[in-house]
């Protein structure tokens, strides 16, 4: 079954540091979608990404994050200078044309230390 | 502004049935269901859209009332398996369908 990948599982960085998370969605997919989720909170939206462009961000999402899909297949979000307050679970989603399910991937446990 | 979901934690017998609720103060277009384990991933459970259309596991089951837009996810029979804790998303225009997620219930099933 196909299945959204991220990488790395888990990233370690000292604040201020700029960090790249990596995704790959499913291959047919058409919106891709970050979420973090602070450590037993709930899912939080940070952006989408359609038609290689971001259609949607939340006021989470500032100018120290940006998004891109460099390749045609690789979805990144880079976040430029950590916060201690940016250490979350960081999810990558991926969705296909029309309504139906978002496909989570197993996520990037982000550290800022 | 997020849905919001009742009860924020359920424990029950193998067995048992639980419902959980989610209700929203915006006109929705879907409501997802996700589970999620500890340290895991959300896994797709369910979607709910407006005009009655629904998809998702064949042992899972929920109803979507779009005049008081809410939904509510019944387990019956619960197994171990399903603890966990379940997040509903709720999602207001089609197309994009970014998800805000409720604050979850904890499900804990005993044996």
């Known amino acids: 079954e196909p299945e959204v990948t991220q990488t790395p599982s888990h990233q370690v960085t000292q604040m201020g540091q700029e960090v790249i998370l990596r995704c790959v969605p499913i291959?047919?997919?058409?919106?891709f979608y970050w979420y973090r989720q602070i450590l037993g909170q709930k899912v939080e939206f940070l952006v989408s990404?359609?038609?290689?462009?971001?259609?949607?961000k939340s006021e989470i999402f500032d100018d120290q994050f940006s998004v891109e899909r460099p390749d045609g297949s690789n979805f990144t979000l880079k976040i430029r200078s950590t916060k201690l307050e940016d250490s979350a679970m960081y999810f990558c989603?991926?969705?296909?044309?029309?309504?139906?399910?978002?496909?989570f991937g197993q996520g990037t446990r982000l550290t800022v230390v | 502004q997020q849905p919001v979901q009742s009860p924020q934690a359920v424990i029950l017998r193998e067995g048992e049935d639980a419902v959980i609720n989610c209700s929203s103060s915006?006109?929705?277009?879907?409501v997802h269901w996700y589970r999620q384990k500890h340290g895991e991933a959300p896994v797709f459970l369910m979607i709910?859209?407006?005009?009655?259309e629904q998809k998702g596991h064949e042992k899972i089951s929920a109803s979507f009332n779009e005049k008081k837009q809410q939904s509510s996810l019944y387990l019956t029979a619960s197994q171990l398996s399903y603890s966990g804790t379940y997040f509903c998303?709720?999602?207001?225009?089609?197309?994009?369908?970014?998800?805000?997620f409720g604050t979850g219930t904890r499900l804990t099933i005993i044996p």
């Open positions: 989603a991926s969705r296909g044309q029309g309504a139906g399910e978002a496909f």
């Open positions: 291959s047919n997919h058409l919106y």
């Open positions: 990404f359609y038609n290689n462009e971001i259609s949607e």
């Open positions: 915006k006109a929705l277009y879907s």
């Open positions: 709910l859209l407006k005009g009655g």
């Open positions: 998303g709720t999602a207001i225009n089609r197309g994009n369908e970014k998800l805000t």
